[in-house]
């Protein structure tokens, strides 16, 4: 049996990187695909952690412990969920990975260090980067349930736009996508299904 494909989702919250992680699962599945949808923060005790501290209404947490908590998390991820899977040939589908740090936590923390705390996250073989508009992603966040979190303002999503926007066109990373996310639910889906169908799917 062939390695699986590691495929992450990112983009600024209200992007859609959770529907489409389940719209492009199930899109994969009817292909064939043994798929597994996950997700950063994970559902392991360090990424419930790191969860919790999200909240506006959580105390406060350092950024740089933060920053670790994030990176600590990855590598628990990556050794109990992704590996296990992609060595038995299943498709990863994270919603959210290593560049959701480099992005983030790039906002109060030095660019350099959070690039070494996550040093050993193995790159994807596909990144895609879903690129919406700060304001309408915000205007999304704003329908929906759920407790508000630290990042979740439209000047500090304008600075992780441009955070994702740099790396999606960076040509030093390998297999990084910028897919337009403006459009509706089903016409994002079918362009990530093309993307992958493309590398190979
Ligand atoms: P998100 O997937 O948006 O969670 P939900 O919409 O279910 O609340 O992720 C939670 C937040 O965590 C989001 O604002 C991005 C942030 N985050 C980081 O800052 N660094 C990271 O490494 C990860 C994985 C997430």
Sequence with gaps: MGRGVFIA????????????????????????????ETYEPSSGSIGRLARSRLATDAVPLDRRALALLFAADRLDHVATEIEPA????TVVLSDRYLMSSWVYQALDCDPQWVREINRFAPWPDLTFVLDVG????????????GTEEIYETTPLQERLAAGYAGFARDPSLARVQRIDGSRSMAEVTALLLDACIAAGL
């Design 86 to 89: 992609l060595a038995t040939g």
């Design 9 to 36: 989702l990112e983009g600024i919250d209200g992007s859609g990187t959770s529907s489409q992680r389940t719209a492009l699962a199930t899109a994969l599945r009817g292909r064939g695909h043994e798929v597994l």
């Design 134 to 145: 700060a304001a309408e992603a915000m205007r999304r966040v704003a329908g929906r349930a």
